[in-house]
């Protein structure tokens, strides 16, 4: 069953991808643009149904379970991370402070209201999210709402409980805080003063007691189906949601159940409460409950869990990130999209190398030749922090092909990168290129390869892209998408693959002029490999491993990403540098002040 794709960008890549994916049977259900004009008209040209520009929208479409992000790699971790799911239990603290802001009487009226859309709603809990981060609490829109959902829901299972049954009293964490909001009183639970661009938003006239328990959310996003999802919605409150007679301690959820702030901070109190009003539960969309029943209730009750393929990112750090989000959700898609990687001249080459076809590797020599990366404006491209450039772009790619091809590890580089185009027509006056256009870059490898690497983009006309791998009995030579390869006891070299692959005269039109041929074919292979993942599944979300073996991972990118560090601190320092694979994260100041200094430099 292949799953709905919602795409990311807006750009050529999401020009060719979305035909690509259509002609391969996937749905493209959801695009995003960086404003709400490029989303729609993008849309418009392709007969997509639903654009936004809200990042929100598009994870928690009920029909996108496929995420294809292509937009400049400082964006990329954050919608990637989010995709996958959000960071997991929040401490009691945040928790206490979560209840005290959305128990605001202002807050809860105006999520109360019915006349409320879904922004308005988005709007207000990204006021919750921005007293979070005032209280230094790393909590963002959708990560609030989603946390908020699974607090309520805790709630009222406890309720219900309690008001079926004579047994033993069942409970929650934060169990007087949550009954403080839902038993008429919203403002007993909160000690803490919203700011004013919360406590001011003019607010309606609040509905009866029996009105002020609807939920929110019930009423406007749930889907017509969604009456007769009760067995399914049960079945995520089981998972979800524990009774104290049954469970431990520490089988109970993050959602806390003290009494006040210290008694949250050492251990929960068990005492009867007092029940004021019939709360109803908030609905979780579809696609939440899917993965949601899948979930362990402690630690992922505020996933989203879409399966995910998307370009390298701007830094270490934010690969690190989703290196740390890929390893939570090990059986959700994470896959860096590294085309080259899925032509058929390199899953060739790759099987001759492991059959000895060249015997022991010994060196390895890229050449790259193209013309200027530049647009006709001054963007991400331009700039090197925000990962622009020439290596950037191609070199992360080449670094990556070459590591999968021989099964080597770069361990130390030397770089030189060299910036000659500044400024053009179009990007004049203060504004400067600070990308390279030039890069030549050595890489001692595993097991004493070496490699070399030139990448040129001041060559205007023909792409040149060339790989060539070269052993102790031979060599292959990957010269666009053909192969070829000579041993040493021959006196020429032969065509051992030509690809034959036909692209569609709608898709050059398109995207030829910004995207190599090279390049459009591997992303024909890539998106034929996704069908096969996905289309003999039952689910939407599960995937076939094999057809997509030769791709990239989340981790693949973090290597890639830390061996381009390493070439630019070579470039800089003019000396070897030693390639270092990030294992946890640094502290926020610290790179603040290198890039700092790199821009200074």
């Not at 292949?2 to 999401?14: E, I, M, R, W």
């Not at 994916?21 to 849309?43: D, H, V």
């Not at 392709?46 to 928690?60: A, G, K, P």
Request: proline share 4%.
């Amino acid at each position: 069953m292949l799953p709905g794709v919602g795409v990311f960008g807006t750009g050529s890549t999401a020009r060719v991808l979305v035909p690509l994916l259509r002609a391969e049977g996937f749905s493209i259900e959801a695009l995003w643009g960086k404003t709400e004009e490029e989303a729609k008209r993008l849309a418009e040209e392709m007969n997509i149904e639903f654009y936004t520009s809200q990042t929100d929208d598009v994870l928690l479409h009920q029909d996108v379970d496929l995420v294809c992000i292509n937009i400049p790699p400082p964006l990329t971790r954050q919608i990637a991370v989010k995709a996958l799911g959000d960071p997991p239990a929040l401490s009691n603290a945040e928790l206490l402070d979560l209840i005290s802001i959305w128990g605001e009487e202002a807050v809860q009226s105006q999520l109360r209201s019915s006349q409320l859309c879904s922004s308005h709603r988005n709007y207000t809990y990204g006021q919750i999210s921005r007293c979070m981060t005032e209280r230094d609490h790393d909590q963002d829109t959708l990560q609030c709402r989603v946390k908020v959902k699974a607090l309520r829901n805790a709630y009222h299972k406890a309720w219900e409980a309690n008001r079926r049954s004579s047994a033993a009293p069942t409970s929650c964490r934060f169990y007087k805080e949550l009954d403080a909001i839902f038993g008429g009183n919203p403002t007993s639970a909160a000690k803490a003063t919203l700011d004013n661009s919360v406590a001011c938003v003019p607010v309606k006239s609040g509905p009866s007691q029996e009105e002020e328990i609807l939920d929110e959310d019930a009423e406007e996003e749930r889907e017509p189906e969604a009456e007769d999802n009760s067995e399914v919605r049960d079945s995520c409150s089981q998972e979800l949601f524990s009774n104290l007679e049954k469970a431990s301690q520490s089988q109970l959820l993050e959602l806390g159940e003290a009494q006040t702030r210290e008694e949250a901070l050492s251990s929960p109190a068990d005492s009867q409460y007092t029940l004021h009003s019939t709360p109803v539960p908030l609905q979780f969309s579809p696609a939440e409950v899917q993965y949601l029943l899948h979930c362990t209730p402690e630690d992922k009750a505020a996933c989203i869990g879409k399966n995910v393929i998307c370009e390298k990112s701007a830094t270490s750090v934010d690969a690190f990130r989703m290196v740390t989000a890929a390893r939570y959700y090990p059986k959700l898609m994470s896959i860096v999209g590294n085309v080259l990687r899925f032509l058929p001249a390199f899953v060739k080459m790759k099987q001759l190398i492991e059959e000895h076809y060249i015997g022991n590797v010994m060196i390895c020599d890229v050449r790259v030749y193209w013309g200027s990366l530049l647009n006709h404006k001054y963007n991400w491209i331009c700039d090197e922090l925000m990962g622009g450039g020439g290596l950037h772009t191609m070199g992360t790619y080449i670094i990556d092909l070459l590591t999968h091809l021989t099964s080597r590890k770069a361990e130390k580089v030397h770089g030189l990168l060299k910036t000659f185009v500044k400024q053009n027509a179009a990007i004049s006056g203060i504004r400067h290129v600070t990308s390279d256009d030039f890069c030549f870059f050595q890489m001692l490898m595993t097991g004493g390869v070496c490699s070399t690497v030139t990448l040129n983009f001041n060559m205007p006309g023909s792409f040149v892209h060339e790989v060539m791998i070269v052993g102790s009995t031979g060599r292959l030579i990957a010269r666009g998408t053909d192969l070829y390869g000579q041993k040493n006891t021959a006196l020429q070299e032969e065509l051992l693959l030509t690809d034959s692959l036909t692209i569609n005269t709608g898709l050059l039109d398109k995207g030829f002029k910004d995207i190599p041929l090279l390049y459009l074919k591997g992303m024909v292979y890539m998106v034929q490999a996704l069908r096969l993942s996905f289309q003999d599944q039952e689910d939407r979300r599960t995937w076939d491993h094999k057809p997509v073996s030769m791709a990239a991972s989340f981790e693949d990118g973090l290597y890639m990403q830390s061996v381009v560090d390493a070439i630019k601190k070579s470039s800089r320092s003019g000396e070897w540098e030693a390639v270092e694979v990030m294992t946890e994260e640094p502290d926020a100041n610290q790179n603040l002040c290198e890039a700092l200094q790199r821009n200074n430099l």
